[in-house]
């Protein structure tokens, strides 16, 4: 089997309150902005993929679909083969990778969290997500989330240390302990500062702390987790299995979030699940404000690897629209595992052409 073509489409989907207006200490948005991937093959058999482009007005699909014509004539099952040889960005890299895999299932007739090693998880719970809000408007959002069925709420942080503890403040009072509870200032503080925060929210019983402070050196991660009982987990630090390997030994989390468009796709997200259960520490799949074919791999992942137990981050139900022909159901904070062949997704073209931008 060989690849034929290879087609991308950017494509910006707003979102919808309670998600939007979305605001981080870094900007604000109310659309998620993606790159679409679809890889065709002589065998008649075609994969879906996606890769996160927030905040990256400048790329270009035209560009993109141009460099991954590197992909044609490639045996789209040989994805070790991809790793190896692909000479990609690691965002469209990681775009082409997940339709490799939904090629994959769909060639061997089952979902790729087979292929992973089982589904050990037919239903994967959400964690829900949350901009920058005041006390009154955390409030309120923490306690629609519990209605909704949501056990787990994670927030953006780092605007101001105060700020953050009022909304902190505001979201317990709204669900009291119904909620577990994430806040993630994206590197914005000092260690000084992130050990101050740490401690001050105490109070507030988080599941973690998650990236207050740079990612690197990994050394001041590990000093910070001494600083307080709050527990810290790592993104921004989590690039690939091997800077897995330099948090843990370093003892520098407690969690660990990988993203399929930062480590380049499925398959490092599978090393890193296995480098973190043989050192038992919990991963949890970040989210880039993802569309359909991307939340479908952080489903499989989930599904198959014994380190993803905990909730997921998703925004996946404040899109206004999928662009996907069957969008997933959420239910009680769960969206259950696709069982039908590959990725379990299929692209909508008139979306596609609805929602791409000219570029």
């Known amino acids: 089997m060989q690849v034929t073509a290879v087609s991308v489409w950017v494509v910006d989907v707003p979102q919808k309150p309670p998600i939007a207006p979305y605001r981080s200490h870094l900007r604000s948005s109310s659309a998620t902005t993606s790159g679409i991937v679809r890889i065709e093959t002589d ?63 769909h060639a061997a007739g089952q979902p790729v969290a087979v292929l992973l090693g089982g589904i050990l998880r037919p239903q994967i719970e959400l964690a829900a997500c949350m901009g920058i809000h005041s006390y009154a408007e955390s409030k309120e959002i923490a306690a629609l989330y519990v209605e909704q069925g949501f056990t787990t709420l994670k927030t953006k942080a780092g605007s101001d240390m105060q700020e953050d503890l009022e909304m902190a403040r505001g979201i317990r009072d709204g669900a009291g302990d119904k909620l577990k509870l994430r806040i993630d200032p994206n590197r914005a503080y000092s260690p000084e ?142 969206i259950a595992v696709p069982t039908t062949p590959g990725l379990g997704i299929t692209g909508d073209l008139k979306l596609l052409q609805k929602y791409a931008r000219d570029c």
């Open 43 to 105: 065998a008649g058999l075609t994969g879906w993929g996606e890769y996160n482009l927030n905040f990256m007005p400048d790329l270009s699909a035209r560009q993109a679909e141009q460099s991954a014509a590197w992909l044609i004539g490639r045996n789209p099952l040989d994805i070790a083969g991809f790793h190896r040889d692909c000479p990609l960005d690691t965002r469209l890299k990681s775009g082409l990778e997940l339709a490799l895999w939904d090629i994959a299932g």
């Open 193 to 334: 500062q992130a050990a101050v925060f740490a401690r001050r929210l105490e109070e507030y019983d988080l599941q973690y702390l998650e990236q207050p402070i740079p990612a690197e050196p990994l050394a001041d991660a590990r000093w910070l987790r001494g600083q307080s009982k709050t527990p810290i987990a790592l993104n921004e630090s989590v690039t690939d299995p091997h800077s897995v390997w330099e948090i843990l030994h370093e003892l520098a989390a407690e969690f660990i979030l990988p993203d399929t468009h930062i480590a380049g796709g499925i398959l490092p997200c599978v090393k890193i699940g296995h480098v973190c259960e043989a050192a038992g520490v919990p991963c949890i799949m970040h989210c880039g404000h993802d569309l359909g074919p991307k939340t479908a791999a952080m489903l499989h992942v989930a599904a198959a690897l014994p380190a993803y137990s905990l909730a997921n981050d998703s925004t996946y139900y404040g899109l206004v629209e999928d662009v996907i022909t069957e969008p997933f159901q959420i239910r009680h904070g769960r």
